[in-house]
Every structure is written in C-alpha cells, then in structure tokens.
C-alpha cells in the first residue's frame, strides 16, 4: 500500500478518533494521513486547522451544497478526493448517516465495503479487520479482499490521536453535484441528563422492558441517581425507540455505575460497557449473560423492582 489513508465524518468528534486510528495504520503501511471537511459554510470548516495537527494534511472543500446531508453528495466528493490523492484505505465513522455514504461510495467506487469496524490492524502486509455480524451478536476476524477498500469504523473503536503531525490546511476545488434532498428545517435534540460517554451513572435498558413509556421508570430512576439513560442495540435497532444504543458497535461507556435492567447481555453489548466501574444487573432470567459479569444483580421483575428502587430514592432525598 502506498497510497495515502484518508478519513472522513461529518462529525468532528468522531474525525479525531478516526485520525487517532488512521495514524497507525498509516505508519504501518508507511503512507500518509489526510483528513478531509467537506464543509457547507465558513462555521463549519472552522475546525481544519485544529484537526491539521492530527493529521499530515487537512483537506478542505466548502460549498453550500454539503449544508444538505444528501448522502449521495457526500460519497460524490469523497470519491473525487479519493480518486485525485490516490487513497488507498478510506475510513468514515459508521455513524447513521456515514454508513449511507459508505455504501454509496464502495458502488461508485467499485471497492469492497466493510462496515461495523471496531478493531483495524496491520499484521504481516494484511489489512485485518474485526466487525460485528449477525446483528451485532458475534463478532468476525476477516481480512481485507484488495485496496482501495472503504471502512466504516463504530464510534469509540479508536482513541483520539495522542502524537501530533502538525499537517497543513490545503484547499480543493470540487464539482458538487445538487442535492436531490431539500433541507426544510433543522431541530435540536434535547438531551435528558448528561451525555452517556460523559454520564457517571448510566440507567440503560433492554427487551425486558416492554413498552417505549415504561421508560420513563428508567428516566426517572437516572434522574434520581444523577445519570443518564440508554439502551441495548434491540432496543434501538429493531423497535426505534432511540436513536443509538451501548455496545461495541454503538456507544462505548465507562460510568462509575451501569445499571443494566432487562438486558439480556449480548457479546457487543458488554464489550460496550466493560470499563464501567460497578455493573449492577436486574434481571428475572437467572441465566442471562449479563449476569456473569455483573458486580452485583438481581434476579426478578423489573416492574417490581425498579418502583420499589425509585420509592427508596426518594425517601432518602426527602421527596416521598
């Protein structure tokens, strides 16, 4: 391989871990690392020459079209860069919108796709990847088929980078093609609690709760604990009761105290949660997974347990 590694996300959090991981693999291939923004305004390429120190070069492309999130835009100017800097390994953070662009992109491209990465590494010349299959239930060991190849790396597969390359801030010129999507309005998303990397105390739930408003027990008990709430992938994935789950290919936690309440314990789910401090389990299957690697668990209803837990609570804060 000589071709350069490049990364990409829209996100600038997950562009710094993609860099912390595209460093290594970069110097074991012995190319370079270019980050590239694709920018939809002034604002938004502010951020360039803070990433140039992680990187040995910034690319940056700004057009208003990229204010639009059409993913077929996105994987358009990304296959132009990739193409005109000779990229051979193209890593973009597997968030929701970055797994669109990444599948669009290996089809233009023409390249193998691998998604759902949380471990990339270099062994002897071979380009090794570890990714979560059958729904996130086991993890596979496979080897890259042929470069270029197109990465989509799970959120917190790589820490930010810790050695800088103080890399320059270089401009491209790009033919953007127009959105076929129209942008009508943009929301914030309210956040109940702190951030669940940030979270202290997370209150996370899975299957065992049966209905989207019987989280409101879990909201209410992380309130009281001064924490945040969250889910297991089934949760997210297949009811759509929240936008992102805790687990090897989603958010990877590490609170003081993870209490996880009807959640079955998957591989990638405790992946996901094994640097929390204390995991205490309530559970009415006395041989779920979770269990094993608990510090502490419960084995009953959740619907009789968490009140009688949020009832003590508030005795003890005085709110009864």
Not at 103 to 110: H, P, Q
Not at 240 to 266: D, N, T
């Amino acid at each position: 391989m000589a071709g350069p590694v490049l990364a990409w996300s829209e996100k600038k959090d997950l562009l710094l871990e993609l860099l912390g991981g595209g460093s290594s693999l970069a110097e074991a291939f012995g190319s370079s690392l270019k980050a590239l923004v694709l920018a939809g305004g002034p604002e938004a390429a502010s951020g360039a020459e803070e990433l140039a120190k992680w990187a040995d070069e910034v690319l940056l492309a700004t057009d208003g079209k990229f204010s639009v999130p059409d993913s077929s835009v996105f994987a358009s100017a990304i296959q132009d860069v990739a193409r005109s800097e000779g990229a051979d390994l193209i890593l973009i953070a597997s968030t929701r919108f970055g797994r669109e662009v990444a599948a669009r992109l290996s089809a233009k491209m023409k390249v193998p796709c691998m998604t759902g990465c949380t471990s990339i590494k270099v062994e002897g010349g071979r380009l090794l990847v570890e990714r979560t299959v059958y729904a996130g239930r086991a993890i596979a060991r496979q080897e890259c088929p042929s470069l270029p190849c197109v990465l989509a790396v799970a959120p917190r597969a790589f820490e930010r980078p810790a050695t800088k390359r103080n890399g320059k801030v270089r401009t491209v010129s790009l033919e953007v093609p127009e959105p076929k999507l129209k942008l009508l309005s943009v929301k914030e998303k309210e956040l109940k609690g702190p951030r669940l990397e940030e979270a202290e105390v997370i209150v996370a739930g899975g299957r065992g709760v049966e209905r989207r408003e019987d989280f409101a027990m879990l909201e209410e008990l992380a309130k009281l604990l001064g924490g945040a709430v969250g889910c297991s992938r089934p949760i997210a994935e297949d009811r759509g009761w929240f936008p992102e789950w805790i687990g090897l290919s989603g958010r990877k936690v590490k609170p003081k105290l993870y209490v996880a309440v009807g959640i079955s314990g998957a591989i990638q789910h405790v992946a996901g949660i094994r640097d929390s401090k204390v995991i205490v389990a309530i559970n009415k299957d006395e041989e779920a997974p979770i269990l094993s690697v608990s510090d502490y668990y419960v084995v009953g209803d959740l619907y009789q347990i968490i009140p009688a837990l949020i009832e003590v609570l508030k005795r003890r804060k005085g709110q009864a």
